[in-house]
Nanobody
């Protein structure tokens, strides 16, 4: 079992920045991929970014690629989502998730929420205009 706990959400003005953290505990394997998703009430949970625990390869949604970056600290079992130049449409609950398929590379499949086995409880991000 893997437990994920997000933190770092809050209220920020447009064009501001936030850094979200995802602390993982339990049986973390180097083959895992950790992803960030976001969800607005009434909408589906959308992919934001993902990172391979081993090697650190990443993948990001086109809408955030130039503004958000994902990184990890293996020693602390923590994944970060640095969000810059935030826009009001970025207001959502942000979720951290982990998937254990163990594929050799990160790819399009990691953008699907159905690939992920473990989810955190989410952290609210509100961007004011």
């Amino acid at each position: 079992q893997v437990q994920l706990v997000e933190s770092g959400g809050g209220l920020v003005q447009a064009v501001g920045s936030l850094r979200l953290s995802c602390a993982a505990s339990g049986r973390i394997l180097t083959s895992y991929t950790v992803g960030w998703f976001r969800q607005v009430p009434g909408n589906e949970r959308d992919f934001v970014a993902a990172i391979r625990w081993s090697g650190g390869s990443t993948r990001s949604a086109e809408s955030v690629k130039c503004r958000f970056s994902i990184s990890r600290n293996n020693a602390k079992n923590t994944v970060f989502l640095q969000m810059n130049s935030l826009k009001p449409e970025g207001t959502a609950v942000y979720y951290c998730a982990a998937e254990s398929r163990g594929l050799p590379t990160i790819g399009k499949g990691d953008e699907s929420r159905t690939a992920y086995d473990y989810w955190g409880q989410g952290t609210q991000v509100t961007v004011s205009s």
